[in-house]
């Protein structure tokens, strides 16, 4: 994956967000364990799992994230610069002087500050361009540009209402360089709803130095630590658009992020003690979670042990928080399909002592 977006629209508030993960962030790809958050759509692709590359590249975000994801949209290279070519190019500021390769070719072409109108290709690599002082993160502005001049060249000459009468021959032509879970209509009815926010409602962000830590993985390789609490922070600036809990109760208040994720938890009795799931169950809902199922485990566990079966980090934190598990027996189960998120089973430790009244 060489280049990863993730955008928000909110038709109620009027308002977008567009936030851009570093490929070498280090996260724990739902199944895999710790990768490069950049592996999660070979994996997925690799392994042939349900929806492939894009959907444990989806799960893998929302993990990290703790927000919410229905679509993707993956844009090969030649459907980009086909695509920028059809809207006769974009209109980029260039901030400082920057030399670029034309992919492909060995072409180097110098830009000079200033304003300039680039056609598909040049467009790709100053968007591609990651041998700057600033590396990927320099990189990750100047493809934010590059989307958002897209959007202002359809604006600027109108060109909106021209493109849907052409969507479905362009859609022909550039199919097999776009793979999306949306449908044509889909994409005509959010070009025609993002069409109309305005540009200073759109909050962009990049996940930058002052929200990771620099490391190695086991493997040698240059790495991307994030340090959540910061990640958190600049999550709810870009995505939060209003409401009783704003971004900073909602980055001190575990509860509340435990709630805004809605999490479907499972409690099971692994202990062998009567009734214990039971009342978990009604423990916690108690303290606000979502708890969906009672039910006996398949077999006799001796620690408390949880199962994660679609991303709910603050919910996962918050439940070993308050059930006072030091070090919690955790494993990544992905299924987009399970009836439940997270799945606790309680074991014999569990039912010796526990907090409950």
């Given at each position: 994956?060489?280049?990863?977006?993730?955008?928000?629209?909110?038709?109620?508030?009027?308002?977008?967000?567009?936030?851009?993960?570093?490929?070498?962030?280090?996260?724990?790809?739902?199944?895999?364990?710790?990768?490069?958050?950049?592996?999660?759509?070979?994996?997925?692709?690799?392994?042939?799992?349900?929806?492939?590359?894009?959907?444990?590249?989806?799960?893998?975000?929302?993990?990290?994230?703790?927000?919410?994801?229905?679509?993707?949209?993956?844009?090969?290279?030649?459907?980009?610069?086909?695509?920028?070519?059809?809207?006769?190019?974009?209109?980029?500021?260039?901030?400082?002087?920057?030399?670029?390769?034309?992919?492909?070719?060995?072409?180097?072409?110098?830009?000079?500050?200033?304003?300039?109108?680039?056609?598909?290709?040049?467009?790709?690599?100053?968007?591609?361009?990651?041998?700057?002082?600033?590396?990927?993160?320099?990189?990750?502005?100047?493809?934010?540009?590059?989307?958002?001049?897209?959007?202002?060249?359809?604006?600027?000459?109108?060109?909106?209402p021209t493109l849907i009468t052409r969507a479905p021959v362009l859609y022909n032509e550039l199919a097999s360089g776009v793979r999306t879970n949306m449908s044509l209509e889909q994409v005509i009815r959010l070009a025609w709803l993002a069409q109309q926010i305005p540009e200073q409602n759109i909050k962009r962000a990049v996940?930058?130095?002052?929200?990771?830590?620099?490391?190695?993985?086991?493997?040698?390789?240059?790495?991307?630590?994030?340090?959540?609490?910061?990640?958190?922070?600049?999550?709810?600036?870009?995505?939060?658009?209003?409401?009783?809990?704003?971004?900073?109760?909602?980055?001190?208040?575990?509860?509340?992020?435990?709630?805004?994720?809605?999490?479907?938890?499972?409690?099971?009795?692994?202990?062998?003690?009567?009734?214990?799931?039971?009342?978990?169950?009604?423990?916690?809902?108690?303290?606000?979670?979502?708890?969906?199922?009672?039910?006996?485990?398949?077999?006799?566990?001796?620690?408390?042990?949880?199962?994660?079966?679609?991303?709910?980090?603050?919910?996962?934190?918050?439940?070993?928080?308050?059930?006072?598990?030091?070090?919690?027996?955790?494993?990544?189960?992905?299924?987009?399909?399970a009836p439940y998120d997270i799945a606790v089973v309680v074991g014999s430790d569990w039912a010796a002592s526990n907090p409950m009244p």
């Amino acid at each position: 994956t060489d280049t990863m977006m993730l955008f928000t629209l909110d038709p109620i508030s009027n308002t977008a967000g567009i936030l851009s993960i570093p490929r070498d962030m280090w996260v724990n790809i739902p199944g895999y364990d710790y990768h490069k958050i950049n592996q999660a759509y070979y994996f997925g692709e690799l392994d042939k799992l349900p929806g492939g590359g894009p959907a444990l590249a989806m799960e893998t975000v929302k993990q990290f994230l703790g927000v919410d994801i229905q679509y993707y949209a993956q844009i090969d290279f030649n459907a980009f610069v086909r695509f920028i070519d059809e809207i006769k190019g974009v209109k980029i500021r260039v901030e400082e002087p920057i030399t670029v390769v034309v992919m492909g070719t060995n072409r180097k072409i110098t830009l000079e500050p200033g304003v300039v109108t680039l056609p598909g290709d040049i467009a790709l690599a100053y968007a591609r361009q990651r041998y700057t002082e600033g590396g990927d993160f320099d990189r990750a502005r100047r493809q934010q540009q590059v989307v958002l001049a897209i959007r202002d060249r359809i604006l600027s000459f109108d060109m909106l209402p021209t493109l849907i009468t052409r969507a479905p021959v362009l859609y022909n032509e550039l199919a097999s360089g776009v793979r999306t879970n949306m449908s044509l209509e889909q994409v005509i009815r959010l070009a025609w709803l993002a069409q109309q926010i305005p540009e200073q409602n759109i909050k962009r962000a990049v996940i930058g130095t002052d929200a990771v830590e620099f490391g190695t993985s086991p493997d040698g390789l240059d790495i991307l630590i994030p340090i959540p609490d910061r990640i958190r922070l600049i999550r709810d600036e870009i995505f939060t658009s209003g409401g009783p809990v704003g971004p900073v109760a909602l980055a001190e208040d575990p509860a509340s992020l435990m709630q805004a994720e809605a999490a479907r938890v499972s409690v099971q009795n692994g202990s062998g003690t009567d009734g214990l799931a039971g009342q978990t169950a009604t423990w916690l809902r108690d303290q606000g979670f979502n708890v969906v199922d009672e039910s006996n485990a398949d077999q006799f566990y001796n620690v408390t042990t949880f199962f994660v079966y679609n991303g709910k980090p603050y919910t996962l934190r918050y439940l070993t928080t308050l059930m006072d598990i030091q070090n919690p027996r955790v494993y990544n189960r992905y299924d987009p399909n399970a009836p439940y998120d997270i799945a606790v089973v309680v074991g014999s430790d569990w039912a010796a002592s526990n907090p409950m009244p």
